[in-house]
């Protein structure tokens, strides 16, 4: 009994080390290095012990931290009890690329499920898996270094559409109770808009249905509601998303009204991309893979294997590739493509391909496209979709006059038209619904505690910079101070019978 107490209170002692104490590690800009090294007991202890002890809780000093003047917007915040409402100022910067609007253009929204810039478009570090969309970039404006808001799908239409933040598991787990709330489909629907949502999968997922609905479209065609004549997409042990995406957009356009007298926002959501990787036609996409790495990559046989590792995964990018060729070309039999604007993206990098960095997964496509477009251009400048709606409202009140509310609280700025590289953003990142673990502020990027500098192609290195760190530090819980004060009080944006008084 005393070797085996002696023995086991060693042991006890060297597990509370092991999970108290940090041990030694190298600073790394590879999740999945940090991933492997990480001390998996000591994370889901310190995670609790956060989680239960401070959870939830905020403080009631909302401020400005003093810092460098150094984002596009200087945005003037008004209420202590609304601490994401500013005054509504934002600079027009797409008007120069385009021709002057006689009337109100429509709007096309093209979601792609898990379109990383990793490998699609100009400078896709592993080879370009869209040469659709790589054609269609040099007739468009191009944001090179493109961030999504979020490294899973949940974050895409509250980022894209209002800057939204968080909660603590996403915007769209406050369906219960939505805070009140302005989005890019709400203010164009004020100003006489047709809100118009096509998916292929469930639109309970996620809850995508309760946010959609919240903006009041007209129409939302989910996989409840496609014709008979299509067929679900293959499905993996019975499971299936719902409809492949050449399905999505061929009855998505039969649903759409033949004549409409109201401007239009149309917006389809892909999900061919995604776990399981399961493509339609599988022979023709399977040969189409080895042609394009050959021919299109330029690839010798010898270097097929890395890329046929994953073979299921760069057949769905290719197949969802030329769903959107396919929807373009149809689109532009429409009478009303030439008053048309395309806004294509992705929610975010697909993570079993391995990633560079930890700021990878949220390096996505972002392209505007348009025969409106005066000219095209490739922009270097970090933008995300926070800075999506912010843009696109300036631009239609000084093109065609529509009215914005005066207070918004759109997280975002505004697109950076820059044709070298810089970063004036400021936002935080959230991986998945449990990790909200990044922020990015100019070209510094804070990462589980460790501090980083950005550069072009949003590539990061390890920095040692104890002030920066502390101020980065700083700015993230302000962040979470404030999105926790609004989950707990649902003060977002006041409504308009508090707005008024």
Do not use: C
Not at 58 to 82: A, C, M, N, P, Q
Not at 186 to 206: M, P, Q, T, W
Not at 378 to 398: D, M, N, Q, R, W
Not at 405 to 421: K, M, S
């Amino acid at each position: 009994l005393k070797t085996y107490a002696i023995f086991s209170a060693i042991l006890g002692i060297g597990v509370f080390s092991f999970i108290t104490f940090d041990l030694a590690k190298e600073a790394s800009s590879t999740e999945v290095e940090q991933n492997i090294k990480l001390n998996k007991s000591q994370f889901l202890a310190e995670q609790s012990f956060d989680y239960w002890m401070y959870g939830g809780e905020y403080y009631f000093d909302f401020y400005l931290r003093s810092g460098k003047d150094d984002l596009i917007v200087k945005k003037e915040f008004t209420s202590d009890s609304y601490p994401f409402l500013h005054k509504a100022e934002y600079p027009d910067v797409l008007s120069p690329y385009f021709d002057s609007l006689e009337k109100a253009p429509d709007l096309v929204f093209i979601f792609l499920e898990s379109f990383g810039k990793a490998y699609s478009g100009r400078d896709a570090y592993l080879g370009s898996f869209t040469p659709f969309l790589d054609s269609l970039e040099q007739h468009s404006l191009v944001w090179l270094n493109a961030l999504s808001s979020t490294g899973r799908t949940f974050g895409l239409q509250p980022g894209v559409f209002g800057g939204l933040p968080f909660g603590a598991k996403g915007f769209l787990e406050l369906y219960d109770e939505f805070p009140y709330h302005e989005t890019l489909l709400s203010v164009l629907r004020d100003n006489d808009y047709e809100i118009r949502y096509f998916i292929g999968a469930d639109k309970n997922f996620d809850h995508v249905g309760d946010f959609i609905d919240y903006q009041r479209p007209v129409q939302f065609v989910d996989e409840k509601l496609f014709d008979p004549k299509y067929s679900r997409a293959p499905s993996s042990g019975n499971f299936s998303w719902g409809y492949a995406d050449k399905e999505l957009f061929r009855n998505g356009l039969e649903k759409l009204p033949e004549t409409v007298t109201k401007p239009q926002v149309r917006i389809f959501q892909t999900q061919t991309s995604h776990d399981p990787y399961i493509v339609p036609e599988r022979p023709f996409y399977s040969e189409k893979l080895r042609t394009h790495l050959r021919d299109y990559l330029n690839l010798n046989p010898s270097e097929f294997n890395s890329y046929l590792a994953y073979e299921d995964i760069y057949m769905t990018v290719l197949y969802a590739d030329d769903a959107v060729k396919e929807f373009i070309n149809e689109y532009k039999k429409r009478p009303e493509f030439s008053n048309t604007i395309f806004i294509i993206t992705g929610d975010h990098r697909l993570p079993e391909i391995p990633m560079s960095s930890r700021l990878d997964r949220f390096h996505v496509p972002l392209i505007i496209y348009s025969p409106l477009l005066e000219k095209t251009d490739y922009f270097k400048g970090v933008t995300s979709h926070y800075e999506i709606t912010p843009s696109i409202l300036a631009f239609l009140e000084a093109q065609v006059g529509i009215e914005l509310p005066e207070q918004v609280t759109w997280q975002g700025q505004v697109l950076d038209t820059a044709r070298n590289f810089q970063s004036r953003i400021a936002m935080p990142l959230m991986r998945n619904k449990n990790q909200l673990m990044e922020y990015i502020h100019g070209e510094l990027f804070l990462s589980d505690g460790q501090l980083f500098k950005v550069s072009d192609q949003l590539n990061i290195d390890p920095i040692n910079s104890p002030d920066d760190l502390t101020q980065m530090i700083g700015e993230f819980e302000d962040f979470k101070n404030k999105n926790n004060y609004m989950i707990q009080t649902r003060k977002l944006l006041p409504p308009p019978n508090l707005a008024s008084n």
